[in-house]
């Protein structure tokens, strides 16, 4: 067995600040009436804080200090989520908290190259999430705690090589009460080493069992059992931002960190994100919701946040101003669907991935709207304007087959005679529109008929209109409610444009539906 | 010497030769056109300015064999911000496979050249045709840059009072309506030289006149331009 250890120290300072690109002075408190320094960050460290201190004197060496009391729930939640993005590496981790997480990662060292393409995979995502780790490895998890708890970025992967360091070790890193250190401490032991040459016995009659037995486990003498993680079947973070913002960009870059965690959850689900909800959460006013949907699933982080991104400043675009500034974010994986990987070709491709292509109709879509990209198919009617549907990009090739499978082989074959196009209402679900072969439908259509001026009793628009051809006599839908019964005709008017025009029976108006390009 | 001979002589350059260009093309179906386009079709990877004052002479005809074409690929067709709403069953009848085309509607003239933009330059669009009313020289170079890049078929119809303005289009065309066929100048192409107008026949709808058709219907005439008597009669016969 091999474990990596993975210590965050400071774990509630790098948690709160992960959504912030360049941190002033900041500083995490004990809280209450006379709050303390727990940690604080580079800046501040530059600035003469220290932990320890007090927060007016701290406030008193750097005016523009922000502080934030300690959360531990946040730190739990945060912790979870790390262990969720980590799954892509390991089924096998447990979480040590408060501030670190173990890997068991013999199994997984093939698929990553061995051990040391592993553990630079492993520090990239910690520090695309926004954090900062040591990461030792070692055979037993214990020792991989110890050494990463020592901020010793090392890798042993034998025993033998283990006991030498772990000796030098100090014994306050063990999980051992303060009392037991500071006894032992006063007695003149500091490290492991020396706690190790005394006799086992009086040992453990002093000091209990448990210092005996974590010691042993460190170095695999007794078996360590660990409480193994379960990931969440659906991925929710909130990350509260240290400073409020109203900008897109910074907004973005919190939420980056958000969504590089996501695609490993994915990852380690197997899934792809098919629906996902961004909320950010605000002082005063309520919430802004963003949703965005995916038309087919993917876990690529740089396709959600290229959308997220064009959403973001679409609704600026669109004058959609944010009530307030956002303090809070919340990313929910709202639907995800099995994803598998994708085998790649021997020999290089030129197709077009399916991805790629679904690509620009969701960039479209984020900016626009999902209504304001749209295709067409067509539908079996006569009206024209019941003979085509709104339907999804790249989906009517499913539905329109059947529409259109009759037409075509209708055009093909003899042309209709004129007694079979008056189609009962029944089978007008299959039924061709009457089209004499002869006439070519026109290709725009207004969306609603333009009544025509009437010059010299003939119709007229912008200048008399010449009847080409007509009349095509479309009596239909009485059965719907939308009863239309007409003749068309086609016109041109003095520029040469043609158009389709119609005149009501039961009246002498006419008016322009459609134009032939 | 016969001047057939003399004319043959490379060192002779007449007025309306262009050099040919190696331009990744889509034949447009119409050969007469063919054979002025520089590559031997829609310069495919460029933008193309189609100016015209009328809607529905034929613009749409003129680009429908090589939108056919297109169409069976696995690439998309876009119209962004058509003026009318596109017949699905009109496309349909020219054999264009209507799960390929994606419509985009927009709210605005900056929104439609950012999508149209946008559609050019991801490589997954075989063909944009947008509708971006008035663009400036700026939006148009930007648009001929996203077409170099996402190798895309781009079309820009604009008004003909810009066929004066300079613009970074390599393919500028002229369209004229007259009476049975569509009237083409070529503005500008890539290898220079003068284009002599074309005249297409686009099929833009079928050739069987009124005279044919209206045998049936008392009072219906090739021309309003009829005196008014018959006019009258025409609506007796209507009502």
Redesign the interface.
Known sequence: MLWVCMHLSDFSLQLWLQGLRDPGPAVITTGGNRPEVLSCNPPARSHGIAPGMTVSAAVALAPDLIQRPRDLVAEQHALERVAAWAGQFTSRLSLAQPDALLLEIQGSLRLFNGLRSLLLHLSAGLSDLGYTATIATAPTSTGARLLARAGMNSTVTEIARLEPMLAGLPLILLDQPEETTHMLAVMGVHTIGECRALPRDGLARRFGQSLVDELDRALDQLPDPRKPYLPPTRYTARLVLPAPVYETEPLLFATKRLVMELAGFLRMKQAGITKLKLTLHHEDSKPTIVKLGFAVPSRDPQRILTLLRERLSGLE??GFKLPDRVEAITLVSEETRPLGSRNLSLFPED??PEE??W???E??RA??GV?????????PDHR?EL???VCE?????LE?REA?SP??SS?TAAPPDSLSTAAPPCSSSTAP?P?SS??????????TPRRLQIL???P?LDG????????ERIESGWWDGNDVGRDYF?AEDT?????WIF?EHNS?SWYLQ???? | MPLDLVLQNPAIWRGDQYAKVAVESVPTGFVELDKQLPGGGWPQAALTEILTN????????LL?PALVRLSHE???IVLVA?????????????GL???????????SDA?SL??AE??LR????AAVLAWTGAGSQQTIRRMQLAAEEGKGFGVVFGPTRNAALPSPAPLRIQL????EKLQLQIIKRRGGGWAAPLSLNV????R???ER??TN?PG??????RP?PR??R??QG??
């Open positions: 675009l669109h197709r077009l790629q292509r690509l620009i109709i960039h479209l900016r626009l209504d304001a990209v749209y295709s067409i198919a067509s539908h024209p003979s085509w549907r990009p790249g989906r009517n090739d329109g259109a037409r075509r055009s529109p089209r002869s006439t070519a439908p026109p290709l725009w259509l207004l969306e010299d009793d003939a007229a008399p209109l010449t009847l080409l051809t007509g009349p086609i520029s040469g444009t043609r158009c005149r002498t459609g134009l032939f390009s | 009328q809607r529905g002479i034929g613009e749409l005809r429908a696995e690439k998309w058509p003026p009318h709403l596109p017949y699905a069953p009109g496309f349909e009848s020219l496979n209507l799960a390929r085309m994606v419509l985009v509607r927009t709210k929104e950012w999508a946008r559609c991801s490589g997954s669009c004229t309506a007259d009476r099929n833009r709808s079928q069987n006149r009124i058709a209206a219907i219906i005439y090739a021309t309003p331009t008014s006019l009258h025409l609506r209507l009502a």
